[in-house]
């Protein structure tokens, strides 16, 4: 008990260190990342308002086939790609990244290559 504890205690140090300088307003949102057991989530925030202005999630994405990535990976790449098309439909052209607790690796590495391939500078 006392180690799920302090995993939860250093997860949250973790979490509070990444976003103590970040802050999203609408014309740079905070792009910020969820990762589950079976899904991948993003959102870009605008902090001021307390307010989502783009999400999506990997279901959303159909098929995803890119050369030299497993399919977790490509798929997120694809999910970055179709939320920052939706980020320039809403003219929104650049936004701070936010990894939360996670490695910047694997399938979030792949999904700040997708925004930035989808034309959102972060």
């Known amino acids: ?5 302090r995993q939860n205690q250093k997860t949250s140090q973790r979490i509070k260190r990444v976003r103590a300088v970040i802050l999203g307003t609408a014309k740079k949102p905070r792009c910020t990342v969820f990762r589950s057991n079976a899904n991948l989530y993003i959102q870009l925030i605008d902090d001021e308002n307390q307010s989502t202005l783009v999400a999506g999630k990997l279901t959303d994405v159909k098929d995803a086939k890119v050369d030299g990535m497993t399919i977790g990976v490509a798929k997120a790449f694809e999910l970055g ?3 920052a098309t939706k980020a320039l439909e809403k003219k929104i052209d650049s936004a701070i990244f936010d990894r939360g607790r996670y490695r910047y690796h694997g399938k979030i590495k792949a999904l700040a290559e997708g ?3 989808g034309g959102l500078k972060i």
């Open 1 to 5: 008990m006392k180690r799920v504890k």
């Open 115 to 117: 925004l930035r391939e």
């Open 81 to 83: 790609k179709l939320v």
